[in-house]
Structures are given as structure tokens and as C-alpha cells.
């Protein structure tokens, strides 16, 4: 018998015997197999098998796809395969694990502090901040990180814990978190178990969605500094496992998350608690409508700032990532210029695309039509100056089917005339070089959701944009959500690649997020997630969006308007046929 220390790598066909097994056996998705006692956790497998891995191993799949933390014991014969801190869950499970031990550092260190994790930022980092108290000094700071990086050295376990309901409420109660007790209370009347999971470490409870790495050792590559009022956990991004990105400043996100955290507070919605209230109590209408009136309210400021730039800026040009919403806002923008005086004119980009046989290639071969290339700028900037010139144009009209362009409409503007273009490459310099740069007005809009289920677990902003996509490809492409979710890593790194990095080009950014829709989502996405077949690969996923969807009560589509930027989505639009020109 091989015991757990010493699990070995098996050459030979696998052989059971009639009597109880004492042993199971591990395969890896490389083939390799190795053997131990019933009960020896995946760590322990994964330890031999992976020596010294060049990037940390965070949990692994089972038969394919099981999630599971490496302290699970292994009692059956199975298939592992790894997941890196390169991997989706791997990272996001890093940055969970990262923030607890951050946590529990922190009322070690200062007991009865209330700490909030409340945004993300781009380099990779949670803004965190603790509201009891003044802000963490600088020194204060840097005992905070020494003592987690002391934790880090001692490699404490994390436990998992089955706690009843009750006396995990009586918990947060004792450390006044009482964000966490209503959650948990809005959803007593639907769970059907009368536990709750918590971690432990060290002795320091808490409840996170999701799951944890084993223990602190893994946990060593993060950074703490000061930033405003608050401070950053930084963390690896999955595309650089091993390293920390130099901190970018980017004053109009930050403004940007600000703005949103005072319209929570104007609604009274700043957790999925309330959320869940305001459904339960019927005033979801009133936070429908307060919502898309701080949004027509923005979107209106940001149409009156390119009017007092009338006569210069002809341009408008719009960015934004996967289902942030920027056709249905474009449109919105043109109604509030009408408004204005000024006379919109939307130039499709996806007509200048460059034939077929002419479009770049990505490193696997297959046609790269997210780059820029795939575009023709040279006929693009030709018909943007001729336009703007007032001169008589006859624009392209892409066929998709054949792979070409074809002749389309032809299209004269005059002076009041202002052009908007909307499309993943609207903010890169590359795009227009026929134009001077004060004659543009350049706006990036994004999902930027803030509303998170606790002090402690953030609703991440990737999640909303994903919901989002399943709802509108369903309904619009007729794609099943396992479709969408086997195509969103690839759209993640496209817009990494060609979205992201121009952001802060912008004149402007419009958080597209609305603080009520997912709840009004959640109808619509739970049933497609339920198809996805529980042999696909895309099961993991699908049931990570399930259980967090749990959280939330569902609201109807009634009171949403009919212009509301969710209404892209979730269908009603009353804007998606209108012509502004």
C-alpha cells in the first residue's frame, strides 16, 4: 500500500479487486496516474504530481467538471486536471483567498474595524477601505501587509466549516455586520438547507461566495498602498500569473465608481439585501425609475457638454466591451442631441470591414475580425473628412454572406450634422488620423456594477456583462448559453486587447451599470444556465452563475422603460429600429 506522502505514479493497468478498496487512484489529464490511501486530498496528489509548478495550482477539476478545493479527499478513482492561477476560476479564487486573509489580518490587527472591499481596478486590485474609524496611515499600512505576509510564511490552513444559520447570524451580529445578516435572512425563506458554509482562519470567521485556496502559503505574490481614503489589495492579473502590474491612475474610473456609489446611496440600494428588500416591499418600481433618470440625467450632461463644443466637434466616437450597452446608448445620445439642436448621424463601422480574403489572421490561422486591420482605414477616414467636408459620399454596405462589400446608400451632411461611431475600436488612435483630435469627442461606456452582496463579496462587473450577453444571445441569436459561455474567454481577451488599453483616451465614461438589473435578469438567465448539459465543459460556469443568481429576488420587466439600456437585453426596445438622421 502506498501511503499519502508517497503517492506513486502508475505505468500499469489499474486493477480492482472484489474486497473494499484501501486505495484510490488519481489520473491526470496529461495521463500520468498515481495512488494513495482512501481519504488523501487532492493537494496531496497534485503536490507530487506538480513538484515545483511555475504558476500556482489553485483548485482542480474533477471527472471533468467538478470544481474542487484541493482539501477535498479523494475516496473514488478519477480524473483531475489542474486549474492555474492562469485559468478564470483559478484567478478568481486567488483574489477571494487574498481578501480574507487581508481581512482577518486587518481585525487581528485593529479588532472591531469594519472593512469593505467595494471596487475593482484595472491593474488588478480591490479598493478597500474601513468606515469606523479614520483611514489607515501609511505605517498602518505597512503592518497590515507585514502581518499578512507573516501569515503567508506560517502557511495557515483554511477550514471550511458547516455552521447552522443561526449561529453564523449571531456572528456577524457580534462584528456588526449587519449586511450580512439581512442577506442571509432575505434568503432564509427560500434555502432549503439550515446550515451555512464559513471559513476559518486562524479563528476568524467569515462567509465568502465561493470557494478557497488550502491554506495562506499559496498566497504569496499581492501588494498593499494607500489610494484616497481608502487602500489597494493588489493582486496578479491571469495573463501575468507571476507578476504585479504598476498601479495605473486612472482618475475618470475612479470618478466614475464614486459617481455610482452616490446614486446607491440616493436609492437606499447599496447591497443585494436591500435590492432583495425593495423587490420584496414593491418600491423596485421607485428604484427602476430613480436609476433611469440618473441615467437620462447623465447621458443628457454628457450631450450638453459636446453642444457647448458645437462647430468644433463633428465626431462622436464610442468604446466599450461586450453588452455594456453602447448601441442602445448611442441612440439615447442621439435623442438628447436632437434635443440640443444638433443633427446626429450614425456611421456603422461594421460596413468598412475589408473583404473576406483580405482580413488578418490570429496565431491559430482563423480570421482575426476584432483587429483593427480588418478594417479598411483608409476608405473609412476618406469618407469621414468627405463628410464632414459636405461633400456627397456613397457609404459601403457589408455582406456578411458573401464576404464583401457592396455599394450602399449615399449620404450628404450639413454643418449641424455631428457623426457618431460605435464600435470596439472607437477609441484607439489609430482609428481616425485624417481628423485633429479637439475635432473628436471620444466616450467609453461600460457596466461598472458596484452593488455587491456584502461588505466582503463583490458582484465582479465581468459577471453583469456576462448575464447580459447569455439573456440578449438567446433571445436575438437564437445561441444557448452554453454557446455564449464557450465564446467569452475569447471575447475577454479581445477586448483586453483592443478595448481596455485605450479607456483613458476618453473624454468622458458612462457606467451603463443599473443598480436593479439583475434582478430583472435573473428570470430570464436562470433557465438557459439550466440547459447547459451537465457532460459540457461549460458546466462549471454555468453553475457558478446558478448559485449566484440565487442571491437575488426576481423583479418583473413591467416597470422597466421602454429607452432603458437593459431593454437591449432583455427585449422591448423601443429604439432599435429608430433612424436619428
Known amino acids: 500500500m502506498v501511503n499519502a506522502e508517497h503517492a506513486v505514479e502508475q505505468e500499469t493497468d489499474l486493477i480492482h479487486p472484489a474486497s473494499p478498496r484501501t486505495t484510490v487512484q488519481v489520473t491526470f489529464d496529461d495521463g500520468r496516474t498515481f495512488e494513495g490511501p482512501v481519504g488523501t486530498t487532492l493537494e496531496a496528489f497534485i503536490k507530487i504530481a506538480y513538484p515545483a509548478p511555475e504558476v500556482p495550482i489553485i483548485v482542480a477539476l474533477v471527472d471533468g467538471n467538478q470544481l474542487r478545493e484541493l482539501t477535498w479527499p479523494v475516496v473514488r478513482d478519477c480524473r483531475v486536471k489542474p486549474v492555474f492561477l492562469t485559468d478564470s476560476d483559478g484567478v478568481r479564487i486567488y483574489r477571494r483567498s487574498l481578501t480574507f486573509m487581508m481581512i482577518a489580518a486587518l481585525h487581528r490587527l485593529f479588532p472591531g474595524v469594519e472593512s469593505v472591499v467595494d471596487h475593482s481596478l484595472p491593474f488588478g486590485g480591490y479598493f478597500c477601505e474601513v468606515r469606523n474609524r479614520s483611514p489607515l496611515t501609511e505605517e498602518e499600512l505597512k503592518t497590515l501587509e507585514a502581518e499578512m505576509r507573516r501569515m503567508v510564511e506560517e502557511d495557515i490552513p483554511i477550514h471550511r466549516e458547516q455552521v447552522p444559520v ?37 479563528g476568524y470567521r467569515d462567509y465568502f ?6 491554506s495562506t502559503g499559496y498566497l504569496r505574490l499581492f501588494r498593499l498602498m494607500r489610494w484616497g481614503d481608502g487602500f489597494i489589495l493588489q493582486f496578479p492579473r491571469r495573463e501575468s500569473p507571476t507578476v504585479l502590474k504598476e498601479p495605473i491612475h486612472s482618475p475618470q474610473l475612479i470618478n466614475v465608481f464614486r459617481e455610482y456609489g452616490r446614486w446607491l446611496r440616493l436609492l437606499g440600494v447599496e447591497n443585494v439585501s436591500e435590492l432583495n428588500a425593495a423587490v420584496a416591499s414593491g ?23 459636446i453642444w457647448m ?8 466616437l464610442i468604446a466599450g466591451p461586450s453588452s455594456s450597452g453602447k448601441t442602445t446608448f448611442s441612440k439615447r445620445l442621439g435623442v438628447q442631441l436632437l434635443a440640443h439642436g444638433l443633427r446626429p448621424f450614425a456611421l456603422e463601422m461594421d460596413n468598412y ?124 441569436r437564437g445561441y444557448s448559453a452554453a454557446d455564449t459561455l464557450g465564446r467569452w474567454d475569447s471575447v475577454r481577451r479581445g477586448e483586453k486587447k483592443h478595448i481596455f488599453p485605450y479607456q483613458e483616451y476618453a473624454d468622458v465614461m458612462f457606467n451603463s451599470a443599473l443598480v436593479y438589473e439583475l434582478a430583472v435578469l435573473k428570470p430570464f438567465a436562470e433557465p438557459l444556465l439550466l440547459q447547459v448539459d451537465p457532460d459540457s465543459p461549460q458546466r462549471v460556469e454555468a453553475k457558478r452563475l446558478l448559485a449566484f443568481l440565487q442571491w437575488f429576488r426576481p423583479a418583473e420587466t413591467r416597470y422597466v422603460p421602454e429607452n432603458s439600456l437593459l431593454r437591449e437585453f432583455v427585449g422591448g426596445l423601443a429604439l432599435e429600429d429608430l433612424r436619428l438622421e
Request: charged share 30%; aromatic share 8%; no cysteine.
Open 166 to 202: 443561526e449561529e453564523a447570524l449571531q456572528v456577524f451580529r457580534e462584528r456588526n455586520e449587519l449586511d450580512k445578516v439581512a442577506l442571509f435572512q432575505s434568503r432564509r425563506g427560500h434555502a432549503t438547507k439550515d446550515y451555512l458554509q464559513l471559513y476559518n482562519l486562524d
Open 209 to 214: 461566495h465561493g470557494y478557497m485556496v488550502p
Open 283 to 305: 418600491d423596485i418600481r421607485r428604484v427602476i425609475l430613480v436609476s433611469e433618470a440618473l441615467h437620462e440625467q447623465r447621458i443628457a450632461e454628457i450631450a450638453h457638454q
Open 309 to 316: 463644443r458645437r462647430g468644433d466637434v463633428r465626431l462622436v
Open 353 to 476: 470591414f475589408v473583404d473576406r480574403e483580405r482580413t488578418p489572421r490570429d496565431e491559430n490561422g482563423d480570421y482575426d475580425f476584432e483587429a483593427l486591420e480588418a478594417l479598411d482605414l483608409d476608405l473609412f477616414n476618406e469618407h469621414l473628412q468627405k463628410l464632414l467636408d459636405g461633400q456627397e459620399v456613397q457609404l459601403p454596405r457589408f455582406n456578411f454572406q458573401k464576404g464583401r462589400r457592396e455599394p450602399g446608400e449615399v449620404v450628404k451632411l450639413g454643418p449641424e450634422h455631428i457623426i457618431i461611431v460605435e464600435g470596439i475600436h472607437g477609441l484607439n488612435p489609430r482609428l481616425v488620423h485624417t481628423i485633429p483630435w479637439e475635432r473628436m469627442y471620444r466616450i467609453f461606456a461600460s457596466a461598472l456594477t458596484q452593488l455587491n452582496l456584502d461588505r466582503h463579496n463583490r458582484v465582479p462587473t465581468t459577471d453583469t456583462r456576462l448575464i447580459r450577453r447569455i439573456v440578449r444571445d438567446a433571445r436575438t
